[in-house]
């Protein structure tokens, strides 16, 4: 009962994560809540809005706190309630760093996967010339993490490198994060 409690708990705070994570990439791309194929989001993630009476956006309106701060509440009760589901107890500082670097780290995949996402989508539209709604959704989506990428990279004409350069920028951080991170913990004991 205990392992399946875990699961299902794991289920929950990870789709509440990927929720508020879908709707600061929806705010950070400038995608409108009038669009009616995102507006399903921002009426899922409501709670946002109320968490931005308290905490501003910044950048013209592109980046949410209270979507970050909502995600750092979100990983908070998902490591503490793991904790009280396997009867193990947390001290606050631990608690703390681990939430602040599992955070970082979760953002890093899931702009790793919108990337991976990007790719995927670009190869549907030149093999089948599709235009979905949904393939502008995600190529909107990925555009703002790809575009300092595409600042870097050298222009190949119809071969866009940024995707690549960013896919291995954010897994060379997440390593770089996460061994800091071990190490890290093992000086907290």
């Given amino acids: 009962m205990s392992n399946a409690l875990f699961q299902i708990f794991d289920l929950v705070t990870t789709f509440a994560m990927m929720l508020v994570f879908i709707r600061f ?3 950070f791309a400038g995608m409108d809540a009038s669009n009616p194929m995102v507006a399903p989001a921002y009426k ?3 709670v946002v809005d109320v968490f931005g009476r308290i905490f501003p956006t910044v950048a ?3 980046i949410s706190l209270a979507a970050i701060v909502l995600m750092f509440l979100i990983r908070l009760i998902d490591i ?3 904790a009280a589901l396997t009867h193990q107890g947390i001290a606050p500082v631990p608690l703390f760093f681990t939430g602040t670097t599992s955070l970082i ?3 890093l995949r899931m702009c790793r996967y919108l990337v ?4 995927i989508v670009s190869w549907i539209v030149v093999f089948t010339r599709s235009d979905h709604p949904i393939i502008g959704i995600i190529m909107q989506l990925a555009e703002p993490i790809l575009a300092p990428f595409r600042r ?8 866009d490198l940024s995707p690549m350069v960013a896919f291995l920028a954010f897994w060379l951080l997440e390593i770089l994060i996460g061994g800091l ?3 890290f913990m093992q000086m907290l004991g």
């Fill in 25 to 27: 990439m929806l705010q």
């Fill in 44 to 46: 899922a993630t409501h």
């Fill in 60 to 62: 013209d309106g592109r």
């Fill in 80 to 82: 503490s309630g793991k």
């Fill in 105 to 107: 780290l979760d953002f």
């Fill in 116 to 119: 991976i996402g990007s790719i």
């Fill in 152 to 159: 870097i990279t050298p222009n190949l004409g119809m071969l």
């Fill in 181 to 183: 991170t071990a190490n």
